[in-house]
């Protein structure tokens, strides 16, 4: 049986929540929403499930997914423009970010033709959500997978004007719901700057593991050369 190390999980068949198929929302998407720690728990597929899931398609996990407040969908028309402005081109936003605070809106259209486009269709390869307000649809961040083998890490950031609202958390767990799906992964894991308290707050509400420190572990810009250290957030699938 498949089980997960922090919060427990339960079976729950996986093709009754939080999904937009094909455009449509059904009604019986949304009534997780209002629980979390349900969205949370309907990760791992039915043991009956499983052939059916491997069956239907190895990239189970893009799909637009939808919370209380927002909708985590692949990027639009347009999108590009106001991501920019409220996320990717705004310094505060890439201070713990591994990239420089984009430049132009060319490069976070760039950006999101390759991780929401090309890595939306394609198994194995980073792809992105783009994070949009629920009810104006406006794109105010981001949440990135990083799949590589039975292991997937990722990233995320939302707007400074939306910061502290429990934002971050509520995408997070809807996106660590999705990332489990795919059978092969069997370890999700993150690293974030040990001055980021935002962020580990962030990681430890979406249940995952304090599992230790990297020394020297990455080079943020907005730090200089000096590689900076990391604290490690992880959850794993194990079998029991
Ligand atoms: C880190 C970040 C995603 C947090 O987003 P957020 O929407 O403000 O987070 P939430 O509102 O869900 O907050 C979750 C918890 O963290 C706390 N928190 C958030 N930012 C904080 C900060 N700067 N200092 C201390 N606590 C903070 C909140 O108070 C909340 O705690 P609580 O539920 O116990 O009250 C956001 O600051 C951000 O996008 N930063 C830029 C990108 C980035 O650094 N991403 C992480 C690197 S991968």
Redesign the pocket.
């Known amino acids: 049986m498949a089980a997960v190390h922090g919060p427990r999980l339960m079976r729950k068949r996986t093709n009754t929540y939080q999904i937009v198929k094909h455009g449509r929302l059904r009604s019986r998407d949304l009534w997780p929403s209002l629980n979390p720690r349900l969205c949370f728990q309907t990760r791992i597929p039915f043991h009956d499930d499983r052939k059916m899931a491997a069956h239907e398609s190895r990239l189970s996990d893009r799909e637009t997914l939808v919370t209380d407040r927002l909708c985590l969908r692949r990027a639009r028309k347009g999108d590009a423009k106001v991501l920019f402005k409220n996320?990717t081109g705004d310094l505060?936003?890439?201070?713990?970010?591994q990239r420089r605070p984009h430049v132009s809106v060319a490069e976070t259209e760039a950006m999101l033709r390759k991780l929401c486009d090309e890595g939306w269709d394609t198994p194995g390869v980073p792809f992105s959500w783009v994070i949009a307000q629920r009810t104006t649809d406006e794109p105010i961040?981001l949440f990135l997978a990083f799949p590589s083998g039975h292991k997937t890490d990722f990233?995320?950031?939302?707007?400074?004007r939306?910061?502290?609202?429990?934002?971050?958390?509520?995408a997070?767990r809807v996106a660590l719901g999705a990332l489990w799906r795919p059978p092969e992964t069997q370890r999700i894991w993150?690293v974030?700057?040990v001055e980021?308290?935002?962020?580990k707050?962030?990681l430890e509400?979406m249940g995952l593991s304090f599992e230790g420190t990297l020394k020297r572990w990455v080079v943020l810009p907005a730090f200089g050369t000096e590689a900076r250290d990391c604290h490690v957030f992880g959850a794993t699938r194990v079998q029991t």
């Open positions: 996320y505060e936003c890439s201070r713990y970010l961040g990233h995320f950031g939302i707007s400074k939306f910061w502290a609202q429990g934002l971050a958390s509520e997070g993150t974030c700057d980021n308290v935002g962020s707050r962030v509400k």
